[in-house]
């Protein structure tokens, strides 16, 4: 099923939540909505979903405009972030709730949706809690059965709103690897509401970056990690070593010894140089580096950290790099860095 949106806008009262908001998602394709809190991302789902009305805009299915459809003809399934279990009904009769409320000849026998249930149990491994209730199950496990219920009606879609918001890190960490592996399965056109990067990266074939009702990129989890088109996406993927610059003829100055760079395509003017921790390599002192003094060594895991006072442009300033292991840097060292991979926006400018 292939998705398109186009040009949605959507305001609730004087707050816009969407702003001309066009994007393409592919047949089979698990897409990520990410972005943080109020960015509109679950706006756009419920959109999609026929849950909300855009103020402007059309939604299309295959090419076929779907506003005027209701949501149980659009065919779409949900998984939210509380599971939305029926508490009196066992998990074989959550899961098989969607098949039994259906009419005429769409409706299954009672021996296929009991053949399609257990299939779905057995598929998300949880065929041997048929017959228990929503209160017997860790959340890990309620979850497991919201997704099947979404799919027993055999979506076009699959929506997942939040869905391992609500659980602890370990076993949010176990159950999208599941999904991801139970998506190459199944090949049922995904979207992925979540504000959590690291859960967008790990799981969609694409990442959608969302921000104050805007689309700020979209592209794989390796594009939007190494190539982020915007400040804010540079800012809120991963960690960002951040220098106040100078935009001059095509080059931005780094320290007070004259170490310039290119400013990959910023204009003129005032700018921010941005990097990743892992994107400056040890150095020798000399002026084509900058000049740092060790002020912090940390370790944990197989993480490496130096808090690092560089000489910038304009005075000194302070950053977090990576070190490599066999290095033994001490606090108070003087060290050499080179950013090897970086970025430069140009500063927004600031009403009055």
């Known amino acids: 099923m292939n998705i398109e949106v186009k040009n949605i806008t ?72 509380h599971y939305a279990l029926f508490r009196h009904m066992t998990v074989f009769e959550n899961v098989a709730f969607g098949l039994r409320v259906r009419k005429g000849p769409d409706r299954a026998s009672e021996a296929q949706i009991k053949e399609r249930v257990m299939k779905l149990l057995n598929l998300v491994h949880i065929g041997w809690l048929a017959d228990r209730y929503p209160s017997q199950l860790s959340g890990g496990q309620r979850q497991r059965v919201a997704l099947a219920r979404a799919l027993a009606i055999e979506p076009s879609v699959l929506l997942l709103d939040e869905p391992f918001g609500a659980l602890d890190s370990k076993v949010r960490k176990d159950l999208r690897r599941w999904l991801r592996r139970l998506h190459d ?56 070593v951040m220098l106040p610059v100078k935009v001059e003829g095509g080059a931005v100055e780094l320290n007070s010894h004259g170490l310039k760079l290119d400013a990959r395509g910023a204009p003129e003017g005032p ?45 000194p300033a302070h950053i977090e790099t990576s070190f490599p292991a066999g290095f033994d840097p001490r606090v108070g060292d003087e060290i050499g860095l080179y950013p090897e991979r970086y970025r430069v926006f140009a500063k927004p400018e600031t009403g009055s």
């Open 185 to 240: 399965e199944l090949h049922v056109t995904s979207i992925l509401v979540t504000h959590d990067q690291e859960e967008a990266l790990e799981v969609a074939d694409r990442v959608v970056v969302m921000g104050d009702g805007r689309i700020e990129q979209v592209g794989t989890p390796a594009e939007i990690y190494d190539d982020p088109a915007t400040a804010f996406v540079h800012e809120f993927i991963g960690e960002s």
């Open 271 to 315: 700018a921010t140089f941005y990097a990743r921790p892992d994107d400056f390599r040890i150095a020798e002192l000399h002026a084509q580096h900058l000049r740092g003094r060790v002020t912090g060594v940390r370790r944990f895991g197989a993480t490496r950290r130096l808090d690092v006072e560089i000489d910038g442009k304009n005075g």
């Open 10 to 81: 959507k305001q609730f009262g004087a707050f816009a939540a969407l702003k001309d908001v066009s994007l393409g998602i592919k047949s089979g394709e698990l897409m990520a909505l990410l972005g943080p809190s109020g960015s509109g991302k679950t706006t756009l789902l419920r959109i999609i979903a026929g849950l909300e009305w855009p103020d402007a805009g059309q939604v299309f299915f295959n090419g076929v405009d779907v506003m005027s459809m209701t949501v149980r003809s659009r065919n779409v399934g949900f998984v939210f972030q």
